[in-house]
């Protein structure tokens, strides 16, 4: 991506923002509805941008059949809604609804939206279809798949994983440094579920679950919500924290023939090779210009397979791309800062986001000390249980990925 | 809306609606022995699975047509943890998508029709571990049929013995 061409029409580049952050905790068995973890992320959310619940008036929210609805959260805290949304879906989501968001904005519709996923999804209803899902009559479309035991995200993607290291010699030890750097990252996070740091024989030596996939190349499985709001950059001027704006949006971007999405190759291609033609154009920037990437890590394949096609690398090149330090704190384009999906928590996208405006607020929130001001005084020492603050972080860009044939993407940009 | 067809397979119930036109006509045939893909009208080319157009011209007019069930592993899956009950007892098994032979490379080099099934033995059962070891990207294969009830059957996938073999497909390495 050398030819960025920057006077392309900016498509409302900066004139909208991310005012607020919220989460809950990241854990097992949370006991609670996805009702209350939702209005608990979004009281956060609403505190960090030291909004009231009038101030927001719209509400959006995605979900595979597992989270709560907004109208009980908007309830719940007592906001009054001039729009809501609630869709289907799960990892090309965050981006997607940031993008609808600005679009209902920009339309006079609302003013102020807060965009949730809330999930049990450790506790309940587990990503994998397993339980009663796994033993459901198999009717329509998934006849074509479930009956072939072909009913889970890593059973799904691999033959484009396997394909990928037929097409261009990937090893197995080149992808798992994606964990081992995500690892690192967790180390350095309060908030994550797995906090250890493991090596490339860690994750190779790890049992298969489904070839190419060990165990350690699977995301994590946890229970928490997670919320962003999004607003105009002139109203989040007002607002309580350092400016994040919106330079470029795409929403679930896909290949040809997603009924089936193998049936158009080369299937070791996925979805950011269509995107990044409007990502980047639209941003302004390329990847050359990144300082963080938020590479979707269902498993270490997605993130390197994401960072390849949006142009980090030349295609076939991922496995070199990550196993080069390139990706880990300290190199020149750390991934996940959090841990990611690997080793965080698992919240179909958005807690990446969230790293993301909390790397370019300079606030990671990481074992650094903090100033009588509430500010952290960042070490960057990256060594185990220390600082994960990336020093220069301007300009980050999340890519989402629901498949091989899906995907969104967002680029942030430091605006203080 | 009621079900038209019931099969059962591993002691998976498997139902197909009667609104199901398509799916309907695709597993009757499979049923007959006989593997079937929509032909377009207007463009001519096949389609794989079932849909409602043809996505090259999005003519709703088809035909059903016989299709050889011959192809080359073009990539695959090996399913060491079962998700479903009903595989556990089978792990690991392969999920294999296989380029036909028919119409590959058509109508751009990035096509090709990519049919989704298990590997199995030529008597349409599971494929023991020692021939799920054997079997990988360019191992040429033959369709065969497994009887799940009245009206349907499931294609799946065997190694074609009559076939040149590669001398070593590629496999995930060991």
Known sequence: ?416 | MSVMVNGDYLGMPLAIEDVDSENLAYFRSCAEGVFRLQRGRKSGLLRYPPTTACPWTRDREYDWVEVEGRGTVHSYGEVHHAIQPAFRAFTPYLVLLVDLDTQKGVPSEDEALRVIANLVTPEGTLAPPDVVASVGIGTRVRMVFTPVGDGIAIPNWTVDESAIQPARPWRYPE
């Open chain 1, 1 to 416: 991506m050398n030819d960025i061409d920057s006077s392309t029409p900016a498509f409302l580049r900066n004139k909208y923002a991310i005012a607020g952050i919220g989460e809950t905790t990241y854990r097992r068995g949370s006991n609670e509805t996805t009702r209350n973890l939702a209005t608990w992320a979004m009281g956060n959310a609403l505190d960090d941008a030291g909004l009231d619940a009038s101030d927001v008036d719209g509400m959006l929210s995605y979900t595979g059949n597992d989270s709560t609805s907004s109208p009980m959260v908007a309830g719940d805290l007592g906001i009054r809604l001039n729009f809501y949304m609630d869709c289907l879906g799960g990892g090309s989501s965050t981006e997607a609804l940031v993008g609808i968001a600005i679009g209902v904005i920009e339309a006079g519709m609302c003013k102020t939206v807060a965009i949730f996923r809330s999930m049990n999804g450790f506790s309940q209803v587990r990503i994998g279809g397993t339980g009663a899902r796994a033993a459901a009559p198999i009717t329509g479309d998934a006849l074509h798949g479930r009956t072939y035991g072909w009913s889970s995200a890593g059973q799904w993607f691999a033959p484009t994983f396997m394909r990928h290291m037929y097409d261009y010699g990937t090893t197995p030890e080149q992808v798992a440094s994606v964990k081992v750097a995500h690892s690192k990252h967790a180390s350095n996070n309060p908030k994550a579920y797995y906090r250890k740091r493991v090596t490339v024989d860690d994750v190779v030596s790890s049992r298969i679950v489904c070839k190419p996939l060990h165990l350690l190349d699977c995301c994590v499985e946890t229970d928490n919500a997670t919320c962003i709001i999004v607003t105009t950059t002139e109203r989040a001027r007002d607002m309580r924290q350092r400016m994040v704006q919106i330079r470029s949006v795409v929403g679930r971007c896909s290949k040809p023939r997603i009924d089936m999405h193998y049936q158009h190759g080369p299937i070791s291609r996925v979805a950011g090779y269509y995107a990044k033609e409007i990502l980047w154009p639209n941003a302004g920037v390329g990847p050359d210009e990144i300082d963080i990437t938020g590479s979707y890590d269902a498993f270490t394949f997605t993130a390197m397979l994401q960072l390849e096609e949006y142009g980090f690398c030349k295609k076939g090149e991922g496995g070199e791309y990550v196993s080069s330090g390139i990706i880990e704190l300290g190199g020149a384009r750390p991934n996940n800062t959090s841990g990611g999906h690997l080793c965080e928590g698992y919240t179909h996208g958005m807690s990446m986001v969230i790293e993301n405006v909390r790397q370019l607020r300079h606030e990671a929130d990481d074992s650094c000390p903090v100033d009588s001001e509430g500010r952290r005084t960042h070490t960057y020492d990256y060594r185990e249980g220390g600082c994960r603050q990336v020093q220069k972080a301007e300009l980050t860009a999340n890519l989402g990925w629901a498949t091989p044939a899906t995907t969104s993407a967002m680029v942030l940009q430091k605006g203080w």
